[in-house]
């Protein structure tokens, strides 16, 4: 059972050295009642901490129990990229509900994020789609262009950058929490991290045990300091395989038929289809609503890599796909896929990856084999997720060390893992639970989908996250929570 916080007033003062925080309604449409805002000055290098300083925009939900309050729940938001102010707008009143209103609720956008200090690259509007930016490969396999627009993001982001891009680390982002930490004035944090914020939270449980208190992953990858970030990524060929099965039962659902979006006859006829259609688009893209912008192969591709993270996308992509099949329809493009990222968005996804880890160096061949070998064996992400990215031209990278998750510190960490999780599979959260050692417990949820709590829709997982957050009380051994 982990630790009890002990209680603080609600507005506490940050810590001696740690600026007070100005909290100031920020109530938004849809968002939960109450919602604060402030901004948290933290140092641009904390070998340098009364230098120059960055701005983080953080978030509160005041638990509305104030006799009951024990503390603060912090939500770690996933990405790299992700905004933790909008994820608590989103979830805050659910995570009150949940939690009893026993907690305040915060988050905050790290560096580079939302309302938080910015960089940008000055990338090419079209090197800044998702479905560029990613390394999907040509049409047979070929990375030339690949390799080109990698070298040509990394060399635009070493030039235009700063040294706001290069602090852009986890380690950094660990090191702010902290200063988040003391400036809310407690000792201790419960935690809720998401995706590619498990990392940051395993990191900080790592650096900062005693400052942690009821610390839950919701979706974790390998934490192999070797692989980081492109471990990941790789890893996204076999979680897309694993996850796909789930689409193609229900796209071949006749309960599909009412809304014209059943795919095929039977669940094993969808995969053929899906794998022609793109094929098809790779050879002759469809004109869409957005003009300049076709469907092509990969943008199909990318769609259903997105679509496949939720049940609640198969709509959207099952509906794409009709259109596509239809050479009489209109194709529309669904949000993700029709419109470029933001430059600072398209600097903080490279930016945080390529700097955390050193990556495989720039000679195309190893890419080009290993392209090939995983399109093969994996055709739904046709070899992106072991191509070239800009990390292989970085400049200096890594920033720092990465650090090596060990079973050292208080067992007061529960995990909480999709079986099938095409983002970050369960061979990948399997690695974390082991370096973790006894530190962790496991709940293995058996619905697919990608981030757990609070809307994977499984209310065993959802019980044992709210369980021991509530209470400190967590499963005794690894468990199991049916669909």
Known sequence: ?????????????????????????????????????????????????????????????????????????????????????????????????????????????????????????????????????????????????????????????????????????????????????????????????????????????????????????????????????????????????????????WAADPAREARGLRLARRPQDVRPLVLGLAARLDREPRPSDRPGTPLTGNRLRQALQNALTSDGAFPQIAALIKQALDPDAEVVLTPDIATALSDEDAAVTVGVICNDVRWSGPAPAPYQRAVLADRARYPLTAGMPVNVTPCSFWKGAPVEKPTRITGRGPSNILMVQSLRDSATPYFGGLRMREALGDRARLVTVEHGGHVVYLGNGNACGDRAVSTFLTTGERPARDSYCAD
């Open 1 to 249: 059972m982990a630790s009890t916080l002990t209680a603080a007033p609600a507005a506490a003062s940050g810590a001696a050295g740690t600026p007070a925080l100005d909290w100031k309604p920020c109530v938004r449409e849809d968002g939960p009642t109450g919602q604060e805002c402030a901004e948290l000055p933290v140092p641009l290098d904390y070998r340098d901490p009364d230098g120059r300083q960055l701005t983080l925009a953080v978030s509160r939900v005041p638990g509305d129990r104030p006799q009951a309050r024990r503390g603060t729940l912090l939500v770690v938001p996933g990405g790299p990229g992700g905004s933790g102010v909008r994820r608590l707008t989103q979830k805050g009143a659910a995570l009150r509900e949940a939690t009893g209103g026993a907690y305040d609720i915060v988050s905050f956008d790290p560096r580079g994020v939302g309302a938080s200090t910015r960089a940008n690259c000055g990338l090419d509007e079209g090197d800044r789609h998702l479905v560029t930016l990613r390394g999907w490969p040509g049409p047979n396999g070929e990375i030339g262009e690949n390799v080109a627009r990698a070298r040509r993001v990394a060399d635009a982001c070493a030039r235009n950058g700063g040294d706001e891009l290069r602090s852009f680390t986890t380690a950094n982002e660990v090191r702010d929490i902290d200063r988040f930490r003391r400036a809310l004035g407690e000792e201790k944090l419960l935690a809720w991290a998401l995706s590619y914020g498990t990392y940051v939270a395993a990191v900080y449980a790592q650096k900062y045990p005693r400052h942690t208190d009821r610390w839950v992953l919701d979706s974790s990858g390998d934490p192999d300091p070797a692989r980081v970030a492109r471990g990941w990524l790789a890893n996204m060929s076999a979680g897309a395989d694993g996850r796909f099965p789930d689409f193609a039962a």
